[in-house]
C-alpha cells in the first residue's frame, strides 16, 4: 500500500511517500525559518502564504522525485489539527483536491499522535505499554500508550510548551528562531551547572509541567548581568537554562513510568531532536531498566512520514475511515479512551 502524508500545521510543508506504514520512500520537508526568523516566532499569516506557494512544488517532488505517478497511491493522510487554522486549511484542501481528481481514498490524522508514534511506526513489533513524551513547539504531553490508538493523557504543561521555552530564550538571548537548535549550540560552550535554574513542579508528585518559571528566571539572569555580556557566560547561561529543561524532562517521564509500572519510554516533537535530551534519556533507561524508543531525528521535528504512516496504520485496523470532506481541527486534542 502506497501512502502519501501531507503536513502543514504550523510552519513546515511538509509531502511523504511510505510504503505499507513503514518504509519510507521519500520525505520532503520545507521549513519556512527563513521567514519567521526575524520575528522570533511563527507568523500564521505569512505562514499560509507561504504554505500555498510552495505545497504543489513539495507533493509533486515527494511523489514524482521517485519516479511514481499520483495513479500509483492508494491512499492520502493528511494533518487535520491541531495547528495554525489558515495552514492546516492548505494542506487538506490541497489533500481533497487530489483525492477528487485521482479517485484517491484520504484520511485526516491527528499531529500530536504523529510525534507520538514517529519512533514506533516503523518497528513491527512494539510492546505496549509505553509511556510517551511530546515535547514540541506548543506542546508537552506525557501520555500512556496502551495500546495502538488507546492512550491516556497523564501530564502536560501548565504554561509554556518545552519547544516554547527554547524559543522564547532564544529571542531573550537575540539568538533567532527556531530557539531549540540554536539554544543547544551555545549550550555546548557552557557549564551546565553554572547557575542553578528552577526546576518547574519537580517536586510536584504529579505529572504536569512547569516552564514559565524558568524562563522568567532566565530573563531576569539576563538583566542582572553586565552588558554586553561575554559569550562564554552567555554559554553558560544557556547551558544551564538546557540542563533545566532536560533534568524535569527525564526525571518526570521516568517517574510516571515507574509510577504506572510501564517497561519502556518513547519521544516525539521537535524537542526531542536536542541531543543532551536524547543522552539523558539512554542514561536514565540504562539506570532504571527502562527500554527508550527514540525516534530518527529528522523524524521528530515536523514531517510528513509520521502522517503516511499514521495513516496506515489507523486505516488498516480501521480505526479511521476515509472521508469525503475532511474539517480542519485547530484545537484537536489527542483522543484518549479515558
Ligand atoms: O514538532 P515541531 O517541529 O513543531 C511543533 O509541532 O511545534 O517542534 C518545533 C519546536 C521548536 O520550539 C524548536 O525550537 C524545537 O522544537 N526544537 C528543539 C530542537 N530542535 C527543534 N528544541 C531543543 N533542541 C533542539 N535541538
Ligand atoms: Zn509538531
Redesign the pocket.
Known amino acids: 500500500m502506497i501512502i502519501l502524508g501531507i503536513e502543514t500545521?504550523?510552519d513546515?510543508t511538509a509531502a511523504a511517500i511510505v510504503r505499507d506504514g513503514r518504509e519510507t520512500l521519500s520525505n520532503i520537508v520545507a521549513s519556512q525559518d527563513d521567514l519567521h526568523s526575524k520575528y522570533g516566532g511563527v507568523v500564521p499569516e505569512l505562514a499560509s502564504r507561504r504554505h500555498v506557494e510552495v505545497i504543489d512544488e513539495i507533493v509533486s517532488r515527494a511523489v514524482k522525485g521517485i519516479g511514481m505517478s499520483f495513479g500509483e497511491i492508494d491512499l492520502i493522510a493528511v494533518t487535520q489539527g491541531p495547528g495554525l487554522s489558515g495552514s492546516l486549511i492548505i494542506g487538506v484542501s490541497f489533500a481533497q483536491a487530489l483525492s477528487l481528481r485521482y479517485n484517491i481514498p484520504v484520511v485526516g490524522v491527528n499531529?500530536l499522535e504523529g510525534?507520538l508514534m514517529s519512533a514506533l511506526i516503523d518497528k513491527p513489533s512494539i510492546k505496549y505499554p509505553v509511556m510517551g513524551l511530546i515535547v514540541?513547539?506548543?506542546?508537552t504531553i506525557l501520555v500512556k500508550m496502551d495500546d495502538f490508538n488507546h492512550y491516556t493523557v497523564v501530564g502536560r504543561t501548565m504554561d509554556d510548551a518545552a519547544?516554547?521555552a527554547?524559543?522564547k530564550v532564544a529571542m531573550m538571548m537575540g539568538l533567532g528562531y527556531?530557539?531549540?537548535?540554536l539554544?543547544?549550540k551555545l549550550a555546548k560552550k557552557g557549564n551546565p551547572h553554572a547557575i542553578k535554574f528552577p526546576r518547574g513542579m519537580l517536586r510536584n508528585r504529579n505529572f504536569d509541567f512547569s516552564f514559565s518559571g524558568l524562563k522568567t528566571a532566565v530573563l531576569y539572569k539576563l538583566k542582572s548581568e553586565t552588558h554586553p555580556i561575554p559569550e562564554n557566560r552567555q554559554a553558560d547561561i544557556a547551558a544551564s537554562f538546557e540542563e533545566s529543561v532536560v533534568d524535569v524532562l527525564v526525571k518526570k517521564t521516568v517517574r510516571a513510568a515507574q509510577n504506572y509500572g510501564v517497561p519502556a519510554i518513547t519521544i516525539g516533537?521537535?524537542?526531542a531532536?536536542?541531543?543532551l535530551?536524547r543522552q539523558r534519556f539512554e542514561q536514565a533507561g540504562k539506570k532504571h531498566g527502562l527500554q527508550v524508543l527514540l525516534p530518527e531525528p529528522q523524524l521528530?521535528?515536523?514531517n510528513a512520514v509520521m502522517i503516511a504512516a499514521l495513516g496506515y496504520h489507523h486505516s488498516s485496523q480501521g480505526s479511521l475511515s476515509t472521508q469525503k470532506s475532511i474539517e480542519v481541527k485547530p484545537n484537536m486534542p489527542l483522543s484518549q479512551i479515558n
Open positions: 500545521s504550523c513546515e499531529h510525534h514540541s513547539g506548543g506542546h519547544g516554547e527554547f524559543d527556531p530557539g531549540g537548535p539554544v543547544s516533537g521537535g524537542v531532536r536536542n541531543q535530551l521528530c521535528t515536523d
